[in-house]
């Protein structure tokens, strides 16, 4: 039924509204701005210098030479077109969905989940925690993305609890069914591990479903593009015989797209929550399994995989191994005749979040002791996290080019 949300909307009526809009510090305000407080969040994100980067960030497939693969900018605006949708048609909020929408893979590595899991292995290794994209996403915006504010100054992006929320909540890769907000209003940064916690808002558990729905059934359509999989997928038919022959339920991203969000809409409840029919699940459930055997566990990935964990582990090693506390600098500056734009770049950024730093205008967080090594370890990762494929690529081969 259409509105039928409408009574647990994030807004003014809400029980929650006053924590679904706080934010860490009181944010800027002019006497002519228009926007709503989602609205500024939507906006702040999409003029941050981490969304601009998702465009040449791999999102299962890198392509770098293929215009029609996915990007992991690409797949945040199918996020927000799908999650749109079913907000607008279940009463939500669809400032909301779409803020959170655009920012829940700002804590993306380059080269996608495989530069995760080598950044992971890393800091299981030096630091002794995992590293996941949806903590890395609530660390970018509540730490690390800056903008310049109305006067000169940079300043973090203080985002609501709201989209703060969605994008530590937002992992996609769930089986269960009924997907519900939690009433907890918990502090975000006691997230251990991803999916630990439900969202505190329906949006943000609109947006977590749409997570999965958009990437299904594109992997399908790249990895037939890329050849990894035939045209005719009659592997996946045999897997759900009620479609096979039946060409008006013909499997691909289109039809799955609209398939999945109309049955979601149609069987989903405030009383028994977000939730899919169980034969629309059963088929997402069978497309995603098919996936990951025949798309993301390829032998044909392999080579890539292994040449994206020589680059990672290669640039970080490299920065690490300057590290002596105060003369940690001293031995930076000795590498800018062999890797000067890696070396002049780490510093530059480093010194953003340094409690040492001399720039008048920034008024963002300090983050990083230079004579703490914990400090600099992480910042080599938060450092690494931030790249995208090709300026990762480029400090590699400036590495191994002398």
Request: proline share 3%; with cysteine.
């Amino acid at each position: 039924m259409k509105n039928l949300f409408s009574t647990v909307s994030a807004n003014s009526n809400n029980i929650k509204w006053n924590n679904i809009i706080s934010r860490e510090t009181l944010l800027y305000t002019r006497n002519n701005d228009l926007r709503s407080d989602f609205e500024r969040d939507y906006t702040r994100i999409i003029h941050c210098n981490a969304y601009r980067r998702l465009k040449h960030k791999t999102q299962v497939f890198y392509s770098p030479e293929n215009d029609h693969i996915c990007t992991r900018i690409e797949h945040v605006n199918h996020v927000e077109s799908i999650s749109y949708t079913i907000a607008n048609y279940l009463g939500l909020n669809t400032e909301l969905t779409k803020a959170i929408s655009v920012g829940h893979d700002l804590g993306h590595s380059p080269f996608g989940h495989k530069g995760e899991k080598v950044l992971s292995e890393i800091c299981e290794r030096d630091l002794g925690f995992t590293f996941w994209h949806e903590k890395n996403g609530l660390n970018f915006v509540d730490n690390i993305e800056i903008l310049e504010d109305d006067k000169g100054n940079q300043q973090n992006l203080n985002l609501t609890y709201a989209v703060r929320d969605g994008i530590i909540s937002h992992c996609g890769e769930i089986d269960e069914n009924s997907l519900r907000p939690r009433d907890e209003f918990i502090d975000l940064n006691i997230y251990s591990f991803p999916n630990q916690f439900s969202p505190y808002t329906w949006e943000a558990c609109v947006v977590k479903i749409a997570d999965k729905i958009s990437y299904i059934g594109r992997d399908l359509e790249d990895a037939i593009s890329l050849g990894i999989l035939d045209n005719n997928l009659d592997e996946l038919y045999e897997l759900i015989p009620e479609l096979k022959g039946n060409s008006n339920k013909i499997i691909n991203n289109t039809v799955l797209i609209n398939n999945l969000i109309y049955d979601l809409c149609q069987n989903s409840s405030i009383e028994e929550g977000l939730c899919f029919s169980p034969y629309s699940l059963e088929i997402m459930n069978k497309v995603k399994d098919f996936n990951y055997k025949k798309i993301y566990s390829s032998p044909i990935l392999d080579p890539s995989n292994r040449y994206f964990s020589y680059i990672i582990n290669e640039i970080y090693n490299t920065i690490k191994n300057c590290y002596d506390y105060n003369n940690t600098y001293t031995n930076l500056n000795k590498l800018k005749k062999f890797y000067p734009n890696l070396t002049t770049g780490f510093m530059e950024w480093f010194n953003n979040y340094s409690k040492d730093s001399e720039k008048k205008n920034l008024k963002n967080k300090t983050l990083f002791d230079i004579n703490n090594p914990t400090d600099f370890y992480y910042s080599i990762i938060c450092y690494i996290s931030g790249m995208t494929d090709k300026f990762a690529i480029n400090m590699y081969n400036e590495i191994i080019g002398y």
